[in-house]
Structure formats: structure tokens, C-alpha cells
């Protein structure tokens, strides 16, 4: 497996350290680049060890032997698995929308994936659902008119518009409600006729306070809002309680009548296979959802959070890699984050709602987590995948 | 500093132990209530409050816990899964 190889200080004497402990063999090839040295790979197909010299760091596939021989030397500070480096949305989604492949352009392979087919009938109507992000594109073409007619956006950002000039917003809120026709030629949106409530909680910078977030909370509760898809997180370590506020907000709307369910995403600390992070708050609330992403195989997405603790419970999941939607200035972007996730969640509640609006936030989120359909280790996927497809005939109450 | 004080919830159901409970906390704290609606919703103290202060908010048997209004949380980031399929 390959490893770095942190060395206590930066040396030429780095590289036949290196070299000696890697057997020997490996002979000097040459320099890639200035203050960089290639060594000769040991087999075929395997990457040539280098060394960093200025940095003072090695990369090298490395057995268990050659880790404990580097590790006793007094030169050698640290030598770590070498993890998946993930880089930040803005440049993410460029690439990530030039390499998303959509077999049937006209419908997300997310919507496939939870059960919302072409000809699935229910749309969310009559459901009312709020996104509580970075706000929303005030002109975007899928999403603008259907927000005048059939919704409501506010701002609890002091100085700033519900306008979104981060982009994350809207991308959240085009996959709870996008149209059935998209100026994209791809359907995205799980449930095209939901009532939006768009919140703005988080600056164009992509971070708030506490104190927005339970103002967006509370006013999407008081305009009726069933469902909550908060796309927001901070940092957990296990072991860490979950916040008490968050779960006494979470715990008074699952708990009202007809009461208000929250969704949250686990995390996207995680670097599978070599470590996985904690769920973290608000999601690790027990009276949230918090909702893990999966890749279009099924599979949980890398770097979605993981039950390691008594707190950080994982609910349900949702398609969560590589998810076409709104972006902010009229465009569309494929995104991935346990962030997308939770709209797919929220949409599906919408369609659920829609089938029966009497079922109270206890009896959706039950819903919900009884219909999921299994994927494995409840650590990493809750319940299972979300899915709308499957009705709620049967479901106790007076409504069908 | 801002400061979100929980108060229990057996306590912040009771309307007369709820406004006892809001004066020893604002008491403590030497606070003024920020969002009147949001504790009378939810039993939740929202108000400026001298850090120092925060341990004695604390003790106070009726408080669940009291947490800064940090400025931490931020949107779950979106990465790229190399993975993709």
C-alpha cells in the first residue's frame, strides 16, 4: 500500500535512507524535478518511490516490515497511509461535471436509484418542504418561476439577500424540487410540485451561526414546513456528545403535532477504506435524520461519516456521489457530498406526504426508515437507501 | 458572546418553572433574552453573555447544557468521490 514518509528534517540523506530500507536493490533513477527523487520500482506496474527532498517526505508502497524498519529510525517522524485528498466544491465541480455520465439523459440516474421513475405520478403536491443552505438562484431557470408561484425565500444572513452566490443552496434545493423539465434535459429534482421553502442560513461563504440556523428552523416550522433538509454540519470527534440545542429543537418539532422532521448529512470526513470519521452534529442528534451518501453502485460514498459512537447514529441513505442539479447563475453542476444526500431524502418525504398528509413527523420518519431498502452495515447506511416508490398502503392512518 | 442555554426538558415544559428557570439564568449569566419566542417555543436561553460566566450558567441544576454560538458550522462540503460510477 502506498504510504508517505515524513522525515524529521529535509535532507539528501533522505533518499538512500529510503532506498536502504526498501531492500537495497532500488537504485537511484534520476531526478523527476528539481529537489524531487524517482527511485527505481521494485516490480512492474508498481509507481516508483519518490522523494520530496525539499519537503522532507517520501512516497513509497510500503510492506509491513519496511513501515516498522522506517518507523525505528531516529530520522523518520511519521509514516502514514497515503489518503484520498479530496479538494474543495469550487473546484471540484468543474471536473466533476465535465467526467458525470448519465446513461438516460432525460432522468438522474438519483432518481432511478430511490425509486422515482419517469412515470411515477405523486410529485410532492400539497407538501410543503424547506431548504435551509446558502439560499438560492432568484433567477435561475428551473427554479425561479415555480418559487414565485409555489413557495417562499427569506434571508436570515444579516446583510445578505436569499440570493445564493455560493451555489451550494441552490444545488440542494433544485434536488427537492426541481422541475419534471429541466433546461439541463435531465430531470433532478424528486418532487417537481412540493411547496419550497428556501432558507438562507448560511453565508455565501458557506458558513453561519447557530443563531440563523434555529431562526431558519423555526420560520420554515411556523410556514408549515414537514420536512427540513439542513445541508449544514460541524465537526464531531467520537466520543464528542451531540449539541443539545439542536436536539431539543430537533426532539419539540418531531414531537408536535403534525411536527416537522429534520434531515442532516453524516459527515464527509471520511477517507474509506482507510478511516472513517464520526456522524457529526447536527446530524448525531438523536431526533434528526442523518442521512450517508452512496455511490450510483449502492455502495457508501468514501467520505460519508460512520457510526463510530453511542451519538452518531447513521438513519438512512441517499444517492450522494456525482449529483446533477441547479447551480447558482443559471447553470448546473454534478456535485457529491453527504450534503446531497439529504435533499433526496427531504424530496421523498415530500412524495410521502403527498400519498398521505396526515402522517405526523414520527410516522415519516418511520415511513421512511421501514421502506428503505437494506444496503448492509448499519454503521454506514442506517436503515438502507431511501425509496419513494414504495407506497404506504397499510401505513395506520386515516388518509390514503 | 453569543450563548444557546437548554434548559430540561421537564422544566422548560412547565410554564411557571420555565420563567423561574429564564431568571437564575439570566441571573447567572448577567445576560439580557435574545429571542423571547424561541425559549417560549422550545426552552432554549439565546443571549450575550460574558464567557467567564458560562461555568455557573452550567451548574445550575435546571440547565441541560450551554453552548457558544460559534461560527462552525458550515455547509457539508461537496468533494469528488474518485470512485465514480
Known sequence: MRHIVVFREPSARNTSLLSSVLGGSELRRGRARDGTTLLRARQLGCEAPRVYERLGVAVADLDGDQIGRLERLDSVAAVVPNNRCFVPASAVTVRATRSSSRPDPAHSWCLDLIGVSPDLVRLGRGATVAVLDTGIDLGHPDLAKRLQQNGQAVSFVPGESVHDGHGHGTHCAGVVGGPRRSRSGTRYGVAPEVRLLVGKVLSDLGTGFTDWILEGIDWAAANGARAISLSCLSNRSAGEPHSVVYERVAESLLES???????????????????????????????????????????????????????????????????????TGGGFRSLSGTSMAVPHVAGVAALYLEERPSLTALELRRALESRARPLGDARDYGRGLVQASAGLAGQAGPDR | MKVHVTLRQEVARDPVARQAALQRVLSAGRMTLGHPERFERYGIVTGEMDPERLESVRAIAVVLGAELDEHTLSTARPLIDNVHS
Do not use: I
Open chain 1, 257 to 327: 403535532s403534525p411536527g416537522t422532521l429534520l434531515l442532516a448529512p453524516t459527515g464527509n470526513a471520511s477517507a474509506r477504506p482507510w478511516h472513517t470519521q464520526p456522524v457529526d452534529n447536527p446530524a448525531a442528534c438523536p431526533s434528526l435524520v442523518a442521512v450517508a451518501a452512496v455511490r450510483r453502485a449502492r455502495q457508501v460514498a468514501s467520505f460519508s461519516g460512520r457510526q463510530m459512537d453511542e451519538a452518531g447514529e447513521v438513519n438512512l441513505s441517499a444517492p450522494g456521489v456525482g449529483v446533477h442539479s441547479a447551480w
